[in-house]
């Protein structure tokens, strides 16, 4: 049971450039969630899917997309970095709506140059 | 929507002290608080939790209060040991309510000096 999974573990970009981030759980949670953690700023919520096939907007979602087209699968693009996007991202999913934990993935260290 | 502030952003205690971290709140329907625990380089980890039904929760050496008339909850660890060095973070629902979307605080970095 390897619980959260995120691919890659660092990137690095040049402005202008495209990329999708891969999350993956195993736990069987309808609850999938993207948050990129800047210093001094805490977790910010960029896009969340409640099922399969839905995605929203969270806090923070200019510039970036999501797609869920499998339930243990939840992937988040970004078609033109900028250097405001260097961050750290951080994948979670959790079991339903009731307010459940939240379980994170490792994180993925992106920079913009 | 809901607004979470987060203090203090750093605090430094000595081994076996208590340290206690505060959160306000700003959405009344907000009805779960969970506390968030992140040593460096690694992933948040949930630790405590408390809904609104209850005032205070207890696990250990960690207990979370919440005051729903004052609108803010704390973060309570006694006797506190080097491993409790990380950075903390309380969270509420986002838009208040039934949700499972979670607004976060900007984090407490807690140092405990051996």
């Known amino acids: 049971n390897a619980g959260v999974t995120q691919t890659p573990k660092f990137r690095v970009l040049k402005t202008g450039q495209s990329m999708t981030l891969l999350c993956a759980q195993d736990?069987?949670?309808?609850?999938m969630y993207w948050y990129r953690q800047d210093p001094g700023m805490g977790l910010r919520l960029i896009h969340y899917?409640?099922?399969?096939?839905?995605?929203a907007k969270g806090e923070v979602p200019d510039g970036y997309n999501v797609s869920r087209l499998k339930k243990q699968n939840f992937l988040l693009g970004l078609e033109s970095a900028a250097p405001s996007q260097t961050s750290v991202y951080f994948c979670?999913?959790?079991?339903?709506?009731?307010?459940?934990?939240?379980?994170f993935g490792p994180g993925t260290r992106l920079t913009v140059t | 929507g809901e607004n979470v502030e987060q203090h203090p952003s750093t605090l430094s205690v000595q081994e076996g002290d208590s340290a206690v971290i505060k959160c306000t709140y700003s959405d009344s329907a907000s009805n779960y608080f969970p506390w968030y625990k992140q040593e460096l380089g690694k992933r948040p980890q949930l630790i405590i939790d408390i809904r609104s039904n209850v005032g205070e929760k207890k696990d250990q050496r960690i207990a979370v209060t919440l005051n729903k008339t004052a609108k803010h909850f704390s973060l309570h660890i006694t006797e506190t040991q080097p491993e409790d060095s990380a950075v903390y973070f309380c969270a509420a629902p986002l838009y208040g309510g039934a949700t499972n979307k979670l607004i976060f605080g900007t984090g407490t970095l807690l140092a405990v000096q051996p």
């Open positions: 979670a999913s959790s079991y339903g709506r009731e307010n459940n934990e939240q379980y």
């Open positions: 899917s409640v099922g399969e096939g839905t995605t």
């Open positions: 736990m069987n949670h309808e609850y």
